[in-house]
């Protein structure tokens, strides 16, 4: 079984928070410091950035779209990409056909081109369907936001679905077949056993899957969601600025991914089993 | 629900002392391969059954067909005089037609296995109360004092609190062995409990199954320590090839053997 790791690379021990303060500042990262300090003062100083005042607002309302539309697509994602990939690996073939067609469709095409077609294919649809324009759904559907979060929804549970298939596939059979001869039923040994330990095989991969699915919500800035790049695109439009916005837009998805793994590695440091 | 129908049962035949397990005709097939070709045992109360043979003798199969890990072909299985109902399914094998009741018969047949099979991402305390909290709904108080004993019992205790990967073989062993024992079962059911161990610590191990048949406990046991079957069980059964060649208690078994095959057999050993 290739996806069963030895432990110590499935769970490699993490190296822990609490380092003191003289470990921390050795010679190397003092200077990294300084010159990290340095470029910040540098782009200050020389840089424009007057239309910042300005634009402070809007770009607070594009990062907390972009934190809302990654944490939400993120979690959904999840919940499809569960059962997705557990089909593949136990259920039977008219579960398991279309879950692996599902996963092939998403990973096979262009997320751009999933966000268009869901967008300018079903949103022009609708409007032609009564049914629809009566609902009570019609509200929403007309705006854009559903589409752009059906698209990272649907795209993040594709490419997880395969990776929970791998993650459910390489649970050791033995201890499936444990708590099978304990009694255990079919959902409680899923809640129980086989769920939790595929989940903590995958968390190092989820960190990554994350921090890409993090990369990809500017492209709902193509169907009018105003998330973090389109605020950005916008400051360029209107000011005919082009370094300095995108400069700052560079740093905020860094400062966002940093903030994401490290949120993943306490999550990972309190699943992990420790020797004690 | 399923505890209530359990003890009307068991209260049901009080009369009549009841067997814990009893096994009858029973023939297992993979395919052209005819594993086991009709093997039927009886292990009464307190009883400690050997089950001794080479690789391929089957007697694996037929440990995991009596809690149904492998279903079986033909044959009946009763577990405390309860029979478990099967019919045929469409691979031709006999599959539980009350997945419910083989569920409840499971939790009074207690199995360890040779590779352990604990739980990697529970301490050896969540493994000892997994099965009694979330299967049988024991309070998670009672659950845990009852977990503290057995894994005292076992030598285990300071233990508690810490992750199978980092315990040796014979003490993850010793774990899965207060494990079973945590469901309060009926019989326990040894799968070559220390064939995954180094030398060093096969007798921790066997010192503990030792101490549990001299309690009086009900075991089907399939080793290939044939010292310690012969000290510790009160009934040997040799399979070769899906057959039981020969029984009887330890001391004809391994003292004056008849049929040529287990004189071969108990010499290869030696």
Known sequence: MSDALPEEIAAPHLPSASTTRSEFLKPHRIVLALIGVGLIVAAAMTLRWDWLPKYGDLILAGLWMTVLLLVVTSILGFLIAVPVGLAQVTGPRIFAWPAATFCTIIRGTPLLLQIWLLYYGLGSLFPFIPEIRQSFLWPYLRQAWPYGVLALTLSYAGYEGEVMRGAFAGVPKGEIEAARAFGMGRFTLLRRIWLPRAFQRVLPTLVGETVLQLKSTPLVATITISELYAVFARVRQDTYIVYEPLLLLALMYLVLTAILVYLFRLLENRLTPKSR | ?270
């Open chain 2, 1 to 270: 629900m399923a505890t209530a129908a359990g003890l009307a049962t068991r209260s049901a035949a009080d009369t009549a002392p009841l067997v814990p397990v009893e096994v009858k005709n029973l023939h297992k097939r993979f395919g052209d391969l005819h594993v086991l070709k009709g093997i039927s045992l009886t292990a009464n109360k307190g009883d400690v059954v050997a089950l001794i043979g080479g690789s391929g003798s089957g007697k694996s199969t037929f440990l995991r067909c009596i809690n149904m890990l492998e279903h079986p072909t033909s044959g009946s299985i009763a577990i405390d005089g309860e029979e478990i109902r099967l019919r045929k399914d469409s691979s031709g094998d006999l599959a539980p037609v009350d997945r419910r009741q083989v569920r409840r018969i499971r939790t009074r047949l207690a199995m360890v296995f040779q590779s352990f099979n604990l739980w990697q991402h529970l301490t050896l305390i969540q493994n000892v109360t997994e099965v009694p909290v979330h299967v049988l709904k024991v309070p998670r108080e009672e659950a845990r004092e009852r977990a503290e004993a057995l894994l005292h019992r076992v030598g285990l205790y300071e233990k508690r609190d810490a992750y199978p990967a980092f315990l040796s073989g014979g003490q993850q062993q010793r774990a899965a062995i207060a494990r079973a024992l945590a469901i309060q079962p009926d019989v326990l059911l040894f799968d070559e409990p220390t064939s995954a161990l180094d030398p060093e610590l096969v007798g921790e191990v066997l010192a503990v199954i030792r101490d549990l048949a001299e309690d009086g406990r009900t075991m089907i046991l399939v080793t290939h320590e044939m010292k310690f079957a012969r000290e510790v069980a009160s009934h040997v059964v040799f399979l070769h090839s899906g057959q039981i060649e020969e029984q009887g208690p330890p001391e004809a078994i391994f003292g004056s053997p008849n049929s040529e095959r287990l004189q071969r057999f108990i010499q290869s050993i030696h």
